[in-house]
């Protein structure tokens, strides 16, 4: 069965930190990669997504991920944290030609000011 | 406005009284799928749907019914609502995709609380 793991739950930044949220799934065949971001008050919205083609990619706000298959890893990187990041953010898997989406449980950032 | 619009938006219930939430989307999407939000379980898909009149079960599906029966709507059906339903929900939709999932555009969500 499909699943996808968030390893950090909850974290805590500093402005100007460094930003890596893992992302770790479990399926056999081709995926679609995606990271979601909810802002509070707001709409889940895409981040960013991979399909296929170059595995590192990158998103809005200076957001980026890279696909490491090897690894079944869809980590989320941001060099430098803003406090207007704060928010949760979520990990989503697909398989390759089924219309199933699999979550993650989510990581609530905070970026202290 | 590109919109996917859910409602209601909040709900208070008691056990055993059918409800509806609605959805409905204006971009012509074919794909609109149904998730489950709860603490530390993140969002799980509860049902979606490739087209009309073509719907399938998510991870979660066992209490809820759904219906297809024009492209723009997807409501999602509590026959016999319970409070572990209790729950805030979401409704999305996208664009299909021959070789997968797409990137979904999200409703507001709707807060049920089932007493």
């Known amino acids: 069965a499909q699943s996808v793991s968030q390893h950090n739950h909850h974290v805590i930044l500093s402005e100007a930190a460094s930003l890596e949220l893992g992302c770790n799934y479990s399926y056999g065949g081709t995926v679609n990669l995606f990271w979601y971001v909810q802002y509070p008050g707001q709409h889940l919205q895409l981040l960013l997504k991979y399909f296929s083609g170059d595995p590192l990619v990158k998103g809005i706000k200076g957001f980026e991920a890279e696909f490491i298959k090897s690894k079944f890893s869809f980590n989320l990187r941001k060099p430098s944290v803003q406090w207007s990041d704060t928010a949760e953010y979520f990990c989503a898997v697909n398989g390759g030609g089924t219309y199933k989406y699999i979550f993650g449980t989510g990581t609530r950032l905070k970026v202290l000011a | 406005e590109a919109q996917v619009t859910q409602n209601p938006r909040y709900l208070i219930t008691v056990t055993g009284k059918k409800l509806t939430v609605t959805c409905s989307q204006n971009m012509n999407h074919e794909y609109m799928s149904w998730y489950r939000q709860d603490p530390g379980l993140g969002l799980r898909q509860i049902y979606y749907?490739?087209?009309?009149?073509?719907?399938d079960k998510g991870d979660v599906p066992e209490g809820y019914k759904v219906s297809r029966k024009e492209k723009r709507n997807f409501p999602l059906i509590l026959e016999s609502p319970s409070p572990n339903q209790t729950s805030l929900y979401f409704c999305a939709s996208s664009l299909y995709r021959g070789s997968g999932a797409n990137v979904l555009t999200f409703g507001a969500g709707s807060r049920l609380t089932v007493l």
């Open positions: 749907s490739m087209n009309v009149e073509v719907t």
